[in-house]
């Protein structure tokens, strides 16, 4: 069994900062680590290896500093990493980075595709499901257990307030939640292993034959991001105290009729 998990490198911070001029993230000064969801796929990939055997592949797309995260996947226990990365892949929305990933993937080859649910930079939860379109297999999103029974992926996804079982044939996408599994430490001789393995780069000439330059990078992308705001502070509210169920009723509605709202 091919197992293959897609991370992202992103910033280390729930306070990200925005440029007002170009709506991008300002990632100068802030530590990159691998997506939460991600590293918790990419646990539960190693854990079903242990169980039944196979092999475990990373695929990240990004800059070449994104060989940090990585080299991380290796030292966690992962057989092999690729890195996408070309000037021709940069500005992609959440289509055209699914479009490359995707004919990625079908280069590298899979039996099962384990992505994060979402990045927490963007928080949008649609690489994945995108991906699976593209390669036109079965998914299923907000994976909180998985294991692998009669050569088939059985999955307990989370569902409002209550859980969905679900068996689905291979090859397939599962999209992780944060809670599928704690990630486990890397070892020192893993992480020696690591910086002594190959990272396989993969650029727009290795796949060209197959990805229309037309639905990549910034000007192949549907859709573009028209303003980003961050997150504002909120002013202290009013404390009532020491009053009465009528009373506090009759504060309230004073409030509102000063403010406007009825």
């Keep these: 069994m091919k197992i293959v998990v897609c991370i ?16 991008t993230l300002i990632r100068e000064g802030v ?39 990585l080299r991380e996947a290796l030292a966690m226990g992962a057989d092999e990493a690729y890195l996408l ?28 595709v384990i992505t994060g649910r979402q990045a927490i930079d963007g928080d949008t939860a649609q690489v994945g499901p995108q991906i699976a379109e593209q390669l036109g297999v079965p998914q299923v999103s907000y994976a909180e257990d998985l294991k692998i029974e009669d050569g088939a992926v059985v999955v307990r996804r989370q569902f409002e307030d209550q859980a969905h079982m679900l068996k689905v044939q291979m090859p397939c996408l599962v999209t992780a939640l944060a809670e599928l599994a704690e990630a486990r430490y890397m070892s020192v001789a893993g992480i020696v292993d690591a910086y002594n393995k190959e990272i396989k780069v993969i650029g727009f000439d290795d796949l060209k034959d197959h990805l229309n330059p037309a639905f990549i990078g910034l000007k192949g992308s549907p859709t573009n991001v028209f303003q980003s705001f961050g997150k504002q502070a909120k002013a202290a509210g ?16 004073q409030k509102l009729i000063e403010r406007h709202i009825i």
């Design 31 to 69: 530590p990159s680590i691998i997506n939460h969801d991600d590293k918790a796929g990419l646990e539960a990939a190693l854990r079903l290896r242990e169980a039944v055997g196979g092999t475990v592949s990373v695929v990240c797309m990004g800059p070449p500093q994104a060989d940090v995260a």
């Design 85 to 112: 990365s070309a000037r021709e892949f940069g500005g992609s929305d959440t289509y055209a980075t699914a479009t490359i990933i995707a004919t990625a993937l079908k280069q590298i080859g899979y039996d099962l």
């Design 8 to 23: 992202k490198q992103v910033p280390d911070t729930a306070e990200v900062r925005l440029d007002p001029k170009t709506n």
């Design 238 to 253: 009013t404390v009532l105290n020491n009053l009465t169920a009528d009373q506090a009723v009759e504060a309230i509605m």
